[in-house]
């Protein structure tokens, strides 16, 4: 059985402080990452994607992936309480087009 | 505007019926996706499809069951084998076959048995 792992939280940060998301998946043909926020009652919402080896940075937030380790992470820089929410990390099972597999989420808040 | 509908956004449901929920997407995606989500719980995969007249089974497809008539259409039928069915059920679609691609949601189905 394919996994994805997070550690559930929640994490608490104050307003201004970096946020730190982490996530190790089982498959190590997994090909594509995501990052997806979901407030409660809501759907997720797309965050961050990554493909390659490093990291890639979009305004306050940084996607770090490291494939040798099966790794991914989410940095979240000057936090904001309107961050809090649960983070989904999810991973492509296979280059075959199936559906994602999700981890069950961190929660996030951010104390002002 | 493009997007992905889903109704109805709450149902109840009584001990042995079977349900339907709709999905239609006019984003003319190629595949289409179940998801069922519990309190404090990630997203489970129930069923999927690639393409018209075919489709998957996911992690958690028993009491569940699909059809793809359409391609625009994912119609999640929760029949009365589901014991345990009270969840948010998350319709998604991505635009076509392959690792790289953004997957969209609808805004989500509640269920409830009462």
């Known amino acids: 059985q394919k996994e994805v792992e997070q550690n559930s939280g929640p994490l608490s940060v104050p307003e201004g402080a970096i946020a730190s998301l982490n996530c190790t998946y089982s498959d190590r043909g997994s090909q594509s990452f995501f990052w997806y926020r979901q407030y409660s009652g809501k759907s997720p919402e797309l965050i961050m994607f990554?493909?390659?080896?490093g990291d890639k940075e979009d305004g306050r937030f940084t996607a770090q992936l490291n494939k040798a380790s099966q790794y991914v992470s989410l940095l979240i820089r000057d936090s904001q309480p309107s961050d809090s929410a649960t983070y989904l990390c999810?991973?492509?099972?296979?280059?075959?087009?199936?559906?994602?597999?999700f981890g069950k989420g961190t929660t996030l808040s951010v104390s002002s | 505007d493009g997007g992905i509908t889903q109704s109805p956004k709450y149902l109840f449901r009584k001990e042995g019926q079977n349900v339907t929920l709709s999905c239609e997407q006019n984003?003319?995606?190629?595949?289409m996706y179940w998801y069922r989500q519990d309190p404090g719980q990630g997203l489970r995969l129930i069923y999927y499809s690639q393409i018209v007249n075919d489709f998957q089974k996911g992690d958690i497809a028993e009491g569940y069951s699909v059809s793809r008539e359409k391609k625009e259409s994912f119609p999640l039928t929760v029949t009365s084998a589901q014991k345990n069915p009270t969840a948010f059920y998350l319709c998604?679609?991505?635009?076509?076959?392959?690792?790289?691609?953004?997957?969209?949601f609808g805004e989500g189905s509640w269920l409830t048995v009462v």
């Open positions: 999810a991973v492509s099972a296979n280059q075959a087009g199936t559906a994602l597999i």
């Open positions: 984003l003319n995606h190629d595949a």
């Open positions: 990554i493909y390659s080896n």
């Open positions: 998604a679609s991505t635009p076509r076959e392959g690792t790289r691609n953004t997957i969209y």
